[in-house]
């Protein structure tokens, strides 16, 4: 998956929302996969539609990153930050 095909998708959402209906929209739908996964795991569902869940919140995440202007840099501070919260939590 490239950024463009990201943008691409960013553009079909612009033409009924703008970017904070975008961002509330992508997390909306963040917050139904994460349930469809709990309740998938819990049940020890088909392995596949399982991945297929784990692949749209990748790609969600992905749009909200690009919809937010999220940089580089920006990624790698915070997994700077993540990395060293949990060294010291599980360090």
């Known amino acids: ?6 943008r ?5 959402y612009s ?3 703008d970017e904070n209906q975008r961002f509330f929209h992508i997390l909306g739908e963040i917050g139904k996969h994460i349930e469809k996964l709990k309740i998938l795991k819990e049940n020890e569902d088909k392995p596949g539609h399982f991945n ?6 990748y790609i969600l995440g992905k ?3 690009e919809n ?13 930050h993540f990395l060293k919260k949990i060294r010291e939590i599980y360090g």
């Not at 297929?52 to 919140?57: K, P, R, S, V, Y």
């Not at 580089?72 to 915070?78: G, H, P, T």
Request: aromatic residues 2%; charged residues 35%; glycine residues 0%.
């Open 15 to 17: 033409s009924e929302m």
């Open 68 to 80: 937010e202007k999220i940089s580089n840099a920006e990624l790698e501070n915070s997994l700077k």
């Open 1 to 6: 998956m490239s950024q463009k095909e990201i």
């Open 8 to 12: 691409k998708i960013l553009e079909y």
């Open 63 to 65: 749009l909200l990153l």
């Open 52 to 57: 297929e869940e784990i692949a749209d919140m």
